[in-house]
T-cell receptor, first 115, second 116 residues
Framework: AQSVTQPDIHITVSEGASLELRCNYSYGATPYLFWYVQSPGQGLQLLLKYFSGDTLVQGIKGFEAEFKRSQSSFNLRKPSVHWSDAAEYFCAVARGDSGYSTLTFGKGTMLLVSP | GAVVSQHPSWVICKSGTSVKIECRSLDFQATTMFWYRQFPKQSLMLMATSNEGSKATYEQGVEKDKFLINHASLTLSTLTVTSAHPEDSSFYIC????????????FGDGTRLSIL
């Protein structure tokens, strides 16, 4: 069965510093991978997705992620963090072979941004 | 585009009451919608997959008679929590996809349910 591991429960980054959130997945075939962001009391907003092709994908709000098959990873990065980026970030893998298949989520990483 | 609306955003009710939550895709049709439950500071747990015109598929451990799902049209799915009790208090989130192999799920803003 597929699974997603986000090893960091909390991360604190200074405003303006770079960010990398880790995500490792377990899936037998080529995965459909996603990063979502959730602000307190809100639903999830899609940051970016990987389905195929270029392994470096660009998303909204200046985020990018790189798919590394050899490491089973899909880490999220941002070169310069803004205070408004403070939120919970979820990595997810689709169970089936399409983007709208059911998703398995990681436990999330809470990003705190210090002044 | 791809907006999913969820209503209500917050509901408080007495124990034993049934509560209905609506999930609408505003600018696309969704043959499949999903219902998740999220406990405080935890991840999303899939409760069921809602298919237009057919019965929902429930995840293991989810009570079908407690959480009734109806997907009567291509833009609306409802989740009814029947005879709600305090342990049903949670954050419920729906999602939907326009369909197509490369289309992701889009999420509603969630419903905070508090049972007194």
């Amino acid at each position: 069965a597929q699974s997603v591991t986000q090893p960091d429960i909390h991360i604190t980054v200074s405003e303006g510093a770079s960010l990398e959130l880790r995500c490792n997945y377990s899936y037998g075939a080529t995965p459909y991978l996603f990063w979502y962001v959730q602000s307190p009391g809100q639903g999830l907003q899609l940051l970016l997705k990987y389905f195929s092709g270029d392994t470096l994908v660009q998303g909204i709000k200046g985020f990018e992620a790189e798919f590394k098959r050899s490491q089973s990873s899909f880490n999220l990065r941002k070169p310069s963090v803004h205070w408004s980026d403070a939120a919970e970030y979820f990595c997810a893998v689709a169970r089936g072979d399409s983007g709208y298949s059911t998703l398995t989520f990681g436990k999330g990483t809470m990003l705190l941004v210090s002044p | 585009g791809a907006v999913v609306s969820q209503h209500p955003s917050w509901v408080i009710c007495k124990s034993g009451t049934s509560v209905k939550i609506e999930c609408r895709s505003l600018d696309f049709q969704a043959t499949t919608m999903f219902w998740y439950r999220q406990f405080p500071k935890q991840s999303l747990m899939l409760m069921a997959t809602s298919n237009e015109g057919s019965k929902a598929t429930y995840e293991q451990g989810v009570e079908k008679d407690k959480f009734l799902i109806n997907h009567a049209s291509l833009t609306l799915s409802t989740l009814t929590v029947t005879s709600a009790h305090p342990e049903d208090s949670s954050f419920y989130i729906c999602s939907a996809s326009p369909g197509g192999r490369d289309q992701p799920q889009h999420f509603g803003d969630g419903t905070r349910l508090s049972i007194l």
